[in-house]
């Protein structure tokens, strides 16, 4: 018969998700030579939605149309680039179960959509005419985005630092 387990240990919690034999398994499977694609490509959304915002204030400031022209390829390129970005990541997330089995990875999932909704609608609002949409809208909107890209970013960041999401391309061991 087997002893019978002690308060401390009766006490002590355990989580079903941690103990899951995949809960370990988080190797990127969508990589360039040990490199995940998604690392790479979230760079040109992060920056072009940061480059947006910059000229949206520099056309507010200097009003030298030279900017709102600026601002409508930054918002586009970082858009569809940010698109190919979340599908890479998509993939990443529905085939990996290390990945799939953490909540941590589907708030990433949620805040991406709410930065790439915003990204788009940056984009489309400008294409009638980007002059006339940068005050007020266009700039308040660059300003969200950009706040939305700090905060989506640092949380992809908490998934490869904090939770080593992606850090083992293929669950290989070091050489
Ligand atoms: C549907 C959309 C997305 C999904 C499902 C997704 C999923 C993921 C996953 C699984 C990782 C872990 C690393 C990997 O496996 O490659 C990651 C990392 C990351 N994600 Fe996303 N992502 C999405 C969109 C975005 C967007 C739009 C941004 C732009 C701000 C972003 C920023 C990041 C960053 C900065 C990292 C850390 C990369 C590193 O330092 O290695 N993600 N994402």
């Not at 005050?135 to 308040?140: E, T, V």
Request: charged fraction near 15%; include cysteine.
């Amino acid at each position: 018969m087997r002893p019978r387990p002690t308060l401390k240990q009766r006490r002590r919690l355990h989580d079903p998700i941690q103990q899951h034999p995949v809960f370990d398994e988080t190797g990127s499977r969508v990589a360039i030579a040990g490199h995940p694609m998604h690392a790479m490509m979230v760079a040109f959304p992060i920056t072009l939605a940061f480059c947006t915002f910059a000229a949206d204030a520099l056309y507010w400031w200097t009003g030298d149309l030279f900017w709102p022209r600026a601002a409508v390829w930054a918002a586009g390129v970082g858009f569809v680039i940010g698109v190919m970005a979340g599908l890479v990541g998509t993939v990443e997330l529905l085939t990996v179960p290390g990945i799939r089995i953490r909540s941590a990875s589907w708030t990433h999932f949620i805040l991406a959509m709410m930065l790439l909704s915003l990204l788009g609608a940056n984009w489309m609002i400008r294409l009638g005419d980007a002059t006339a949409m940068v005050l007020p809208w266009g700039i308040m909107i660059s300003a969200v985005a950009a706040g939305m890209t700090a905060i989506t970013g640092w949380h992809g960041g908490k998934l490869v630092f904090d939770y080593h999401i992606g850090a083992q391309v293929g669950h290989r061991d070091p050489p």
